[in-house]
């Protein structure tokens, strides 16, 4: 795999091996942010210093704005006509509410992809 999709799939961004959550499901009560503190395949410890991970905001922030102008798009486009613009809203807002673990994930990943080098010649090392 590759550098983008290691992020896609929430693996190690050196390697590519090792899990970054500690479960594969978002939505499990109380692992939402569990993170391992180290990669198990290559030993690569996640964050690198204390509030690395302050960086995920942006990403989160940019992840929330396509969702968002997506949806407005479609809507405008689409359904406008159709349904009222507070129901819209009010789907948006649950959609958004629903999406907040994936989007934690998915920023986090991204981040450390952003800030780590792609070294798959690590896979297997420990």
Not at 53 to 62: H, I, K, N, R
Not at 82 to 93: A, M, Q, S
């Amino acid at each position: 795999m590759g550098k983008v999709s290691n992020a896609l799939v929430l693996k190690c961004p050196r390697c590519g091996g090792g899990e970054l959550f500690e479960s594969k499901n978002p939505y499990k009560k109380g692992k939402m942010m569990s993170m391992h503190t180290h990669c198990s395949n290559c030993g690569l410890r996640y964050e690198k210093e204390q509030g690395f991970f302050y960086g995920a905001m942006y990403v989160s922030y940019m992840l929330n704005m396509a969702l968002f102008i997506t949806a407005t798009v479609g809507w405008y486009l689409f359904i406008e006509g159709k349904i009222d613009w507070r129901i819209y809203i009010g789907i948006y807002v649950a959609l958004t509410i629903l999406l907040v673990p994936i989007i934690f994930r998915y920023s986090r990943s991204l981040w450390m992809t952003m800030m780590i080098k792609y070294e798959p010649e690590k896979r297997g090392e420990r």
